[in-house]
Every structure is written in C-alpha cells, then in structure tokens.
C-alpha cells in the first residue's frame, strides 16, 4: 500500500451500493502474508518487485 496514491474509492462504492440497496457482500484477501497461508504453487518465484510490479501494472 501507498497511502499517498491508493485509495479504497472503487471498493467504498461498491460497499456503499451493496448497503443503499440491502445487498451482502462477500469479499476475500488477495494477498496473504504469512507462507502457511499460500499455497506452494503461488510461492515460487514471487519477489517484492515482481509483486509490487502486479500490483501496479507496471
């Protein structure tokens, strides 16, 4: 996270859509932190610049 260039708008909305029209809404992590929580076949090969790079579309 950059706190001085992301922000949550697009998921507030969404949130915000969801409660203005009674709705539920269902959400998942997409990044996981510690290794027990990632399985093997997305470890491998993964660096922070390679991460970050995905992340940023750069």
């Not at 990044?31 to 390679?50: E, F, K, M, N, S």
């Amino acid at each position: 996270m950059r706190p001085d260039t992301d922000t949550f708008t697009q998921a507030d909305d969404v949130v915000k859509f969801a409660r203005n029209n009674g709705k539920t809404l269902h959400a998942h992590a997409l990044i996981w932190h510690a290794d027990y929580q990632v399985p093997a076949r997305a470890r491998g090969g993964v660096t922070a610049d390679l991460a970050d790079k995905a992340c940023t579309n750069t």
